[in-house]
């Protein structure tokens, strides 16, 4: 299975995907820090170190997925909550990069502020943008990563959309185990 992830970070999420069985065919970071991060722990990854709108999604055409963790400060209850009048929202791009490669599926993590009630429309916009481009699941879900055994509280809003036959056989999985408290972290 081959993936594109988007605003990839230092790399958690790519890593999780490698433990999915993920091949990432890009990985896309504005930052350097982070790119260089990328390269140290995974040398043989595809890292991008550009702008998302600067990559060519068509040449990724029927990928697995597109995944991606997009700025969060236009929806974040820290910050002003701009929403999709704020310059960071980077959304409309990210849909139209769907619409280029057309993933079997997109997985997009973001804050939980993008489930306030002031930003309803705006998921319905997303919702029935990727509903048109023939996506057959498209649904929100809040989680918090220490439901699943890791020592954080990070509560993030996951978007997962599927195509096909795959949209009948997903389930958002159910919690795991409690989280390990710091003594056994360390």
Not at 86 to 95: C, H, Q, S, T, Y
Not at 168 to 177: D, G, H, K, L, V
Request: charged share 25%; hydrophobic share 40%; net charge positive.
């Amino acid at each position: 299975m081959y993936s594109v992830e988007v605003c990839a970070g230092a790399g958690g999420q790519a890593l999780g995907l490698e433990r999915a069985g993920f091949r990432h065919e890009a990985l896309v970071e504005i930052d350097p820090w982070a790119c260089k991060t990328l390269r140290l722990n995974r040398p043989k990854w595809k890292v991008c170190e550009c702008d998302i709108a600067e990559i060519p999604a068509q040449k990724y055409k029927d990928i697995e997925l597109y995944a991606g963790g997009l700025p969060c400060p236009p929806f974040s209850v820290a910050g002003k909550q701009l929403g999709k009048e704020d310059e960071r929202n980077l959304f409309p791009i990210a849909l139209e990069q769907v619409a280029q490669c057309r993933p079997r599926a997109v997985m997009i993590e973001n804050v939980r502020g993008l489930l306030d009630p002031c930003f309803a429309p705006y998921r319905q916009w997303i919702e029935a943008n990727l509903r048109k481009q023939g996506f057959a699941f498209v649904d929100w879900q809040l989680v918090n990563a220490e439901q699943f055994g890791v020592p954080q509280q990070r509560p993030r809003v996951l978007l997962v959309a599927l195509r096909g036959n795959a949209a009948n056989r997903f389930r958002w999985p159910a919690q795991t185990r409690r989280a390990p408290t710091v003594g056994e972290v360390l």
